[in-house]
């Protein structure tokens, strides 16, 4: 399910939930690339010297999950007549769950808040990327992006 917001309404939609997403899979040419990236090649990632580890499979990093908020949020809420999107920060981030390779993931979120800010709005979404099948969440975020017309 996708939400466009027009951008002076954007205020009247705190409390509305977003998404959930599509699922897109976490493949480990995904993390092998966030791994160069990141220069974060610890032997968890790795998918030899992770079957002896305490998940048995590799892992994504907790910031490639964390990363992939945005292209997952972006496919399901947009802000129509915005000009400019900057992401502004986090909030309270945990890394509940981790991503094994080969899961899939998808975004399910609420806008906790928004507010004025010179020349546009802050929004606050309370974000929660889910794994297919998990008990548990991978990550529990609340998002701070900046939306400028």
């Keep these: 399910m996708s939400t466009v917001a027009p951008y002076a309404k954007l205020p009247s939609y705190v409390g509305t939930q977003i998404g959930p997403s599509e699922w ?8 092998d690339t966030f791994a160069d990236a990141a220069d974060d090649h610890q032997w968890i990632h790795d998918p030899e010297r992770a079957k002896e580890g305490p998940f048995g499979a590799p892992i994504a990093h907790g910031f490639l999950t964390l990363s992939l908020l945005i292209p997952l949020q972006t496919a399901v809420f947009d802000i129509d ?4 999107k900057v992401n502004y920060g986090l909030d309270k981030v945990r890394f509940i769950s981790p991503v094994t390779v080969g899961s899939r993931i998808r975004l399910v979120g609420t806008i906790a808040e928004v507010a004025e800010v010179p020349g546009g709005y802050q929004l606050a ?14 990550v529990v975020a609340r998002s701070l992006q900046r939306f400028y017309a």
């Design 24 to 31: 897109i899979e976490v493949t480990q040419e995904r993390i």
């Design 81 to 84: 007549g915005a000009t400019t």
């Design 125 to 138: 979404l309370d974000a929660t990327i889910e794994i297919e099948g998990g008990a548990k969440p991978a």
